[in-house]
Structures are given as C-alpha cells and as structure tokens.
C-alpha cells in the first residue's frame, strides 16, 4: 500500500493540512489589522501569506483585484488549476482573489485543489471584503462629520446608493460558463445569446436569465437542449435562494426560435440588431435569413 494511501498517514496528513489552514487565516487577519496601510499594501502583503495555506505553496501563485488595483506573485499565470473567490462589498462585486498552481503535483478526484481549499479562499475573501467595507464606512463617517458632501469620493459615495450589481454579474458569469460547456452540435444550436435583464446589468435577485436561442427543427434536441439548461437553472436556483431568500422555479428563462421559421427569424434578429439594446453573442453566430 501506498504511504500515502494508509488510513493513519491520511489522517495524519489531514490535520496537518488544516493547522496550515489555521496558521494561514491567523496570518491573514493579522495583517487586515494593521491600519495606517493603503489598500494596495495590504494587498502586497497577503500575497506573501496566502500560498502558506495551500497544500503545495511551492506552486501555487495569487493574484488580487479590488477596483483598480491589481497585485499578483511573480509567476501568476493562467494554468489548468485554478480557484476563484469574489470581493463582495455591500452586495456589489469589487474585485476577485485567484489561485493558480503552476505545475502539476498530485491529481485527487481529478483536481489539485481540496474541498477545504476552496473554503479557506472563500473565508480570506469575506475577511477582506469585511475590511473593505469596515474601512469605507469609517471614511464615510469621518467624511459625513465634515459636514459637507462637496468633494466625496467615489469609493465612498458608492456606499450611499441602492444599485446592487453582484445580482447580475455572478449571473452573467454562470452564463458564460453554461454557454462555454454547451455543444452546438449536440443540440442543433446555431446561436446562443443573452438578452433582458441580465446582458442589460439590472438584474435583481428575483431576476431571471433570458437566453435567444437559435435552433434547428428537431423535437429530441430541443428536449435534449431544455433538460441540459434547466439542469444548470435548478442548481443556480438553489445557490440564488441560499444567498438571497428568493425562490425562482427556472432561472433560465428560453426563448427558442427555429430556424426554419422565417417569421420568427425575422422579428429576433431585429433584437439581436438592435442599436439600442443588442443581444450579446455567447456562442455560434448569427443566423442568416435565406
């Protein structure tokens, strides 16, 4: 048996993975305490701590956004092992965290990442969204004792207004990661696109994704086609009422137009045209009417 495959060493190896979890999230908070830095400074020094709490920090690199600011290790790239974590600030996405390694080690469950990696990038990502926030509303007291308004911030007047936007990004995000996975040919799909609420960056959270789907004639692709999209609707459907309390039964919202319809070709093509607001293309290409 493999060393590494023994139940007590995987035991072991286990504990050890989450006191470096520990030694990490210790690390990070440490340094969000520290005032008197600027943003991107602390952003600089949590680069230096973060690959601690990954299995193998040899290879794994970090990049940070928030707002204009961008900081990343010296070797961040994109690589076939990636992870992802949003910087959500009153409800509005401000920024991202990702974690690259640059070299394969060891595949489990045909990824390098564990379950409790994604975790502990989700946990840094509330911290430091938590002091984003903590830091703004201190400014904006500090500005409001002022007891003037001229002059105000931008990061700091974004605070008093009511425009939520990670509703409609982490929609339009899962949408292009559907419309990536989706196989035109299996589906008889000549093009994929994007309209309401969504593609024009309002959507709620009791909003709906409404995708223009152009698609050939065939009943068993089509039906094929509706399970594959309510598939993704159903398990984004739960994600949006865990996060918000609203409960939509299809978050995918299809409009299905065929081909060989003239008729109908002709009225969506005038909305995927149109010069006010167009449709966005998320995969295949435009019809053409014969």
Same mark, same amino acid.
């Not at 974690?99 to 489990?108: A, F, G, Q």
């Given at each position: 048996?493999?060393?590494?495959?023994?139940?007590?060493?995987?035991?072991?190896?286990? &504990?050890?993975?989450?006191?470096?979890?520990?030694?990490?999230?210790?690390?990070?908070?440490?340094?969000?305490?520290? !005032?008197?830095?600027?943003?991107?400074?602390?952003?600089?020094?949590?680069?230096?701590?973060?690959?601690?709490? @990954?299995?193998?920090?040899?290879?794994?690199?970090?990049?940070?956004?928030?707002?204009? /600011?961008?900081?990343?290790?010296?070797?961040?790239?994109?690589?076939? #092992?990636?992870?992802?974590?949003?910087?959500?600030?009153?409800?509005?996405? /401000?920024?991202?965290?990702?974690?690259?390694?640059?070299?394969?080690?060891?595949?489990?469950?045909?990824?390098?990442?564990?379950?409790?990696?994604? $975790?502990?990038?989700?946990?840094?990502?509330?911290?430091?969204?938590?002091?984003?926030?903590?830091? $703004? &509303?201190?400014?904006?007291?500090?500005?409001? $004792?002022?007891?003037?308004?001229?002059?105000?911030?931008?990061?700091?007047?974004?605070?008093?207004?009511?425009?939520?936007?990670?509703? #409609?990004? @982490?929609?339009?995000?899962?949408? &292009?990661?559907?419309?990536?996975?989706?196989?035109?040919?299996?589906?008889?799909?000549? !093009?994929?696109?994007?309209?309401?609420?969504?593609?024009?960056?309002?959507?709620?959270?009791?909003?709906?994704?409404? =995708?223009?789907?152009?698609?050939?004639?065939?009943?068993? $692709?089509?039906?094929?086609?509706?399970? @594959?999209?309510?598939? #993704?609707?159903?398990?984004?459907?739960?994600?949006?009422?865990?996060?918000?309390?609203?409960?939509?039964?299809?978050?995918?919202?299809?409009?299905?137009?065929?081909?060989?319809?003239?008729?109908?070709?002709?009225?969506?093509?005038?909305?995927?045209?149109?010069?006010?607001?167009?449709?966005?293309? =998320?995969?295949?290409?435009?019809?053409?009417?014969?």
């Amino acid at each position: 048996m493999d060393d590494l495959e023994n139940p007590m060493n995987i035991v072991i190896n286990r &504990l050890k993975e989450r006191e470096k979890e520990l030694r990490c999230l210790y690390r990070v908070e440490d340094i969000l305490s520290v !005032g008197m830095r600027t943003v991107e400074e602390t952003l600089k020094a949590l680069l230096e701590v973060i690959p601690s709490g @990954w299995q193998h920090p040899g290879v794994c690199e970090v990049s940070i956004s928030y707002g204009d /600011v961008l900081v990343s290790t010296e070797n961040f790239r994109e690589t076939d #092992w990636m992870q992802q974590a949003d910087l959500v600030v009153d409800n509005n996405l /401000v920024g991202e965290i990702r974690i690259c390694y640059t070299d394969l080690i060891r595949l489990v469950n045909n990824s390098q990442f564990l379950e409790e990696e994604q $975790k502990l990038l989700n946990a840094i990502a509330e911290r430091i969204s938590a002091c984003i926030f903590d830091r $703004k &509303l201190k400014m904006a007291i500090d500005f409001l $004792k002022s007891k003037t308004l001229k002059g105000m911030p931008a990061d700091i007047s974004e605070m008093f207004t009511t425009m939520d936007d990670i509703h #409609w990004k @982490w929609r339009l995000r899962m949408t &292009l990661s559907l419309a990536e996975k989706t196989d035109l040919e299996k589906y008889g799909i000549r !093009g994929m696109y994007l309209v309401g609420s969504t593609k024009d960056a309002t959507a709620g959270p009791a909003s709906d994704i409404d =995708l223009l789907i152009f698609i050939k004639n065939d009943v068993q $692709k089509q039906l094929m086609l509706q399970e @594959w999209i309510d598939g #993704w609707g159903n398990g984004l459907s739960i994600y949006n009422q865990a996060r918000t309390g609203y409960k939509i039964d299809k978050l995918f919202h299809l409009h299905l137009v065929d081909i060989e319809n003239i008729g109908r070709m002709q009225e969506y093509i005038e909305v995927i045209d149109s010069p006010y607001r167009p449709a966005i293309l =998320l995969k295949g290409s435009k019809p053409v009417l014969p």
